[in-house]
């Protein structure tokens, strides 16, 4: 029996409703299922599936201890919550407004034909904050210039700096210590909306965003927490977003009248300066998140230069991008890196993201290894003791002509060939998206030879240079033999790591 989750379910219905084992409360059950539980930052996704599996084992338990009453209590009320296709399933801000609306049309069988057939501006009066229908960008303006990411650390400084992320915090604290909601508040709309508090029958819930604030490990939930307030400040002053799509072609805009440009301020979406508006790297972001731009990992990302105290999310990101040649100038930018990088310090670096990245991120990761040369061997002897990692290892001193003693065990050849099939499937999976949706700007030749990087040596000759030239390179003409080759020759490289 998965005892986790029981625990858990134990634990918020006899924090949350004074119920326990021994004083069960009829409802009690459903009320923390349907109520409680999906605002919970302690669960995982699919906990309701965890949860239906480990209850019979429960039920049985609470048998074979003299409770079968209490046993056939929670079996009632636990078989409709899981036949419920939608609890535990939906997202907690969808569930909340899920809930008040069912609330609100009387719970009947027919409530969500009702809600839908409602108005937005009567579906907000009856259950609301109900986000507005509005259509945001797909794509920039023509004329305006590719969308560009920053490093991690950055646009996480920005996030954690916001002032208006601070003020909703705070009032997401407020209203869940007080137990009450506050729907006069200049604040709840937008707090509700965006998952700093869900409205919940029983009180206020905080929701996603908040737990992604107060997240003490993972600062990158912190941006999305960011992006979704974002995300929903441009559906209630949807005015704003042509101004903002100005501001991104031409890089300023005049200052538009609209009572949303305070709170894009304190938000840190836009700077303004002698009457100019400007979007920020993080505004920018935020602006385009559909379409093409849905995936970050395929926007051009700017990583400035190397520096000593580089964080590793900030160097995933790096390599992320470079495999997918996705950094801005990238054959420039790399060897800028390179120019400025302490060889050995750089090399550490590297080594120590080893376990963090996969396939065309980890190959690249090692040929940037092999480019550094001799003077990584040092770092690189850390990968020779991780078994995950020592298949690599051995393999990048056989390649720089000092192979080391001994050999690796079959586990680690697996994981090494394994990273090299992935390798592949990553270059495949590359050029088809390229394929359905070219890249802004066109690649130029000098990038597309970084992939030599990124592939597994075998598969690094001047043929398959050639042949990514051409089917990459929109300046050279491809043949119509060229693609169905380069994926011949990558099946076949792929074939012979299986063998």
Request: charged letters at 25%; one cysteine or more.
């Amino acid at each position: 029996m998965d005892e986790e989750i029981i625990e858990l379910l134990l634990a918020v219905a006899k924090d949350e409703l004074a119920a326990d084992l021994d004083h069960p409360q009829p409802g009690a059950l459903s009320t923390v299922l349907y109520d409680v539980l999906p605002y919970s930052g302690s669960v995982r996704d699919g906990w309701i599936e965890e949860l239906r599996v480990a209850f019979p084992q429960f039920l049985s338990v609470l048998r074979q201890t003299g409770r079968g009453g209490l046993a056939d209590l929670l079996a009632g009320e636990a078989g409709a919550a899981f036949n419920d296709p939608e609890l535990g399933r939906a997202d907690p801000v969808s569930w909340s407004l899920r809930r008040r609306a069912m609330i609100a049309l009387g719970n009947e069988s027919d409530w969500q034909a009702r809600w839908e057939a409602l108005s937005w501006s009567e579906q907000n009066a009856l259950a609301g904050p109900v986000e507005r229908p509005v259509e945001l960008p797909v794509e920039p303006l023509p004329g305006s210039p590719a969308p560009v990411a920053e490093m991690p650390t950055r646009l996480e400084a920005e996030a954690e700096n916001s002032e208006f992320l601070g003020e909703l915090a705070e009032f997401a604290q407020r209203v869940v210590e007080n137990r009450a909601d506050k729907p006069d508040h200049e604040l709840w709309r937008i707090a509700v909306m965006a998952g700093w508090v869900c409205p919940s029958p029983v009180r206020p819930q905080y929701g996603p965003a908040m737990h992604a604030w107060t997240a003490e490990v993972l600062r990158e939930q912190q941006v999305e927490a960011w992006l979704e307030t974002y995300r929903v400040a441009l559906t209630e002053w949807s005015e704003l977003i042509e101004p903002l799509l100005v501001a991104f072609r031409d890089g300023s805009v005049a200052v538009p009248d609209s009572a949303g440009m305070a709170m894009l301020r304190r938000l840190g979406a836009v700077v303004v300066e002698d009457g100019q508006l400007r979007v920020t790297p993080i505004g920018v972001r935020g602006l385009f998140t559909r379409g093409r731009w849905a995936d970050p990992q395929y926007w051009l990302l700017k990583p400035g230069e190397w520096w000593l105290n580089l964080r590793p999310d900030d160097l995933i990101a790096l390599v992320t991008a470079a495999s997918k040649l996705c950094l801005v100038d990238q054959a420039w930018t790399v060897q800028r890196w390179f120019d400025k990088a302490e060889p050995l310090e750089f090399a550490y670096q590297l080594v120590g993201i080893g376990k963090q990245v996969h396939g065309a991120a980890l190959n690249t990761v090692f040929g940037y290894l092999l480019r550094i040369g001799l003077e990584a061997a040092p770092a690189v002897e850390e990968w020779l003791v991780v078994e995950e990692l020592s298949g690599l290892g051995w393999r990048w001193f056989d390649a720089i002509g000092a192979p080391q003693a001994g050999i690796p065990t079959e586990h680690a050849r697996f994981v090494a060939t394994s990273e090299m099939v992935q390798s592949l499937d990553d270059l495949r999976a590359l050029l088809d998206r390229y394929a359905d949706c070219p890249p802004v700007p066109p690649l130029p030749g000098s990038t597309i030879d970084e992939l030599t990087y990124s592939i597994p040596t075998l598969l690094r000759t001047e043929q398959v240079n050639g042949l990514l030239q051409r089917v990459l390179n929109t300046e050279v003409e491809e043949l119509p033999v060229d693609r169905a080759e380069l994926y011949r020759l990558i099946a076949e490289t792929r074939r012979s790591f299986l063998e």
